[in-house]
């Protein structure tokens, strides 16, 4: 929980950003989350009666202040995406969690951000065609079976095919890759797909999931990309989105690592990334 907080300060002190260009999220109402997931489902854990199993699911202890952190991450995923549509390009200190369906919460992952954020702005008017393009290093299953069956939904997963879950489901586009791939294979795989996905799909709004997992030194991991290789790889999703006129609101999605300073500089790639990218294209 502590990375979060962590995050803010260390974009705060390095000065990639300043305190008037942080908007602090509220808690979404519960019906925004009951968009995507069952109401028996949410009111058992935001009231801490959900069974040890589906709790071992999760992989995280419940507590009143992790429903807090949740719901807040939740509510930030839905203003970045709101500031996205307004500026070209927002991005979240928290958010990514993919792995969530809508009976349950898996993989640390309680409430889809993701998937919610996507309903609250299609209910609300603000969008029609959305491109979910998630990059972290696990396919993200709860959101590609979220969104099955809704044509103007795009889902693209391009992860680590040997990496959890053991069971994938069906994006509308998945790609997956070897173990340890490394810098230049991964950038040139993405490079094949993107801009024509872009132009194929014509999106109201991008969000994206820039999880730093695929890092070399990431506990789940599993590919081997550098900070150099997690830099470039943003700063291309962001440039090509960006100069083609898709806003793109970013989540910053998995991280696991012994150092808590070192993860918490690969998630601030994802913003590095974004300020440059901001300032080149005059927003």
């Not at 069952?38 to 009666?49: D, I, K, L």
């Not at 998945?174 to 991964?186: C, W």
Request: charge should be negative; hydrophobic fraction near 40%.
């Amino acid at each position: 929980m502590p990375k979060f907080r962590l995050l803010r300060d260390r974009l705060l002190q390095d000065g990639v950003i300043t305190a008037d260009q942080i908007y602090q999220p509220g808690e979404p109402p519960q019906g925004w989350l009951e968009f995507v997931h069952h109401p028996a489902y949410v009111n058992a854990y935001c009231q801490g009666t959900l069974d040890a199993k589906a709790q071992r699911r999760i992989g995280l202890p419940w507590s009143s202040a992790l429903v807090r952190r949740t719901c807040t991450a939740v509510g930030g995923t839905i203003l970045t995406a709101k500031l996205a549509l307004e500026r070209g390009l927002a991005c979240n200190t928290a958010g990514g969690t993919h792995h969530a369906f809508p009976d349950y919460g898996s993989g640390f992952c309680i409430f889809n951000d993701l998937a919610i954020a996507t309903r609250v702005l299609q209910q609300q008017g603000r969008v029609q065609r959305v491109l979910i393009l998630d990059l972290d290093v696990h396919q993200g299953d709860g959101t590609a079976w979220i969104f099955r069956d809704d044509p103007n939904v795009f889902t693209f997963s391009m992860h680590c095919q040997e990496n959890f879950p053991a069971r994938k489901q069906a994006s509308d586009l998945d790609v997956p890759l070897a173990l340890g791939m490394e810098d230049e294979a991964y950038l040139d795989c993405l490079a094949q797909y993107l801009p024509d996905l872009l132009a194929q799909v014509r999106p109201d709004l991008v969000l994206y999931d820039a999880g730093a997992d695929p890092h070399r030194d990431d506990l789940l991991g599993k590919l081997a990309l550098s900070n150099t290789g997690i830099f470039g790889r943003d700063r291309f999703v962001l440039d090509c989105c960006v100069s083609r006129g898709y806003p793109v609101a970013c989540v910053i999605g998995g991280g696991y690592g012994k150092s808590m300073d070192d993860l918490i500089f690969r998630h601030s790639l994802l913003h590095r990334a974004a300020a440059e990218v901001y300032q080149a294209q005059g927003l």
